[in-house]
């Protein structure tokens, strides 16, 4: 890929990266997704595991938001009663 | 049962810990390395370690639901003395996070700080909390859209000299460079790396959300007397 040889050479400087080493990346990052688990890695483009894996941050990311929206509105409620905040208390011990 | 759980974290973490030291120490390829890393974060332990955090961070933000949350590196003595006046400490043009984005901060911040530092996209988060502490934010704001505009005159201009050939592959590491905290201006192998790391930990981080947030709906319907099951779930979810 003449793309993946230019980067290698912008990023020469210090310390050589052969494509041997990306590949290497590219397919443990690949082990990450779900999705792009299951499939041989060979049949899977190097641009493809980075699309999902922006993609499956992104879901993170989204998933982090939703849950941190329902945890205050969890926390706003629980302010008032004791019950709750014993349990909080136990959970910290 | 529940008590060993809640009670050992910290000779769990302990141990944990000691023995993830022995094994960095040793001559490391970088596939133990990853594997150490995919281990890391989805063992129990680490959620427990995590989840304390967690839930330290979020009495806090509970404590000071005006002002930004102060994270756990400043001192208890400073959130008292908020929590007593009213007022926020800080200046009036810092943004103060409402309640969602207090926790997804507090949440991150706990993160980073499970991660001991090891990671780049950990420093980055926290010392990304501690500026936008000290400086006002709207010094910031300005500054960050003329980087974003650079940057895009730049790829433009790079790309019409390539004939296009810059949006393929490039592109998409250089979102994935903006995705991950710290890590723009980082070579393709290094943000490889922390990418890796930082979608383990992210998933644990949602792993840990979720069980704390069933723990709080279950806990603000039902009476205490569910409180042993849930701690063990809090312990023991799946890694």
């Known amino acids: 890929m003449s793309s993946r040889r230019s980067r290698s050479r912008q990023s020469g400087g210090g310390s050589r990266i052969t494509d041997d080493q990306i590949n290497d ?3 443990k990052l690949q082990q990450l ?4 688990r299951e499939r041989p ?15 499956y941050i992104r879901n993170l990311h989204r998933e ?3 849950l941190s929206e329902r945890l205050s509105e969890l926390l706003a409620n629980t302010d008032s009663s004791s019950a709750q905040a014993a349990i909080i208390r136990s959970l910290l011990m | 049962m529940a008590s060993p759980l809640i009670l050992n974290p910290e000779t769990n973490t302990e141990r944990s810990r000691e023995s ?5 120490k040793k001559p490391s390829n970088p ?36 002002p930004s949350p102060l994270g756990t590196v400043a001192s208890s003595s400073s959130s008292s003395s908020s929590s007593t006046t009213s007022d926020s400490p800080c200046p009036a043009e810092s943004s103060i996070p409402r309640g969602g984005r207090a926790v997804r901060e507090a949440a991150d911040r706990a993160l980073a700080v499970a991660a001991k530092g090891r990671t780049r996209w950990s420093r980055a988060i926290l010392t990304n909390r501690l500026k936008l502490k000290f400086k006002k934010r709207k010094q910031r704001l300005p500054i960050s859209d003329n980087c974003r505009s650079k940057r895009r005159r730049e790829i433009s201009i790079l790309a019409l000299k390539k004939d296009k050939k810059l949006p393929t592959v490039q592109r998409k590491v250089r979102v994935l460079g903006s995705l991950v905290p710290g890590c723009r201006k980082l070579p393709f192998p290094d943000l490889l790396e922390e990418a890796t790391d930082y979608i383990a930990a992210l998933e644990m981080q949602v792993r840990a959300m979720t069980t704390l947030t069933q723990l709080l709906s279950v ?10 099951s849930t701690l063990d779930r809090l312990g023991s979810t799946q890694s």
Not at chain 1, 33 to 36: C, R, S, Y
Not at chain 2, 58 to 66: E, G, M, Y
Not at chain 2, 219 to 228: D, F, L, N, R, W
């Open chain 2, 219 to 228: 806990a603000g319907g039902s009476p205490p007397s569910s409180g042993p």
């Open chain 1, 25 to 27: 990346l590219v397919s």
């Open chain 1, 64 to 66: 982090v938001d939703d």
């Open chain 1, 41 to 55: 890695s060979d049949k899977v483009s190097a641009s493809k595991v980075l699309q999902e894996t922006c993609n």
């Open chain 2, 31 to 66: 596939s133990q390395n990853q594997n150490q890393n995919q281990t890391r974060w989805r063992s129990p332990a680490e959620q427990q370690n995590y989840s304390s955090k967690l839930i330290e961070a979020l009495r806090q933000v509970r404590r000071n639901p005006s």
């Open chain 1, 33 to 36: 997704l779900p999705e792009l």
């Open chain 2, 20 to 24: 993830k030291k022995k094994r960095k």
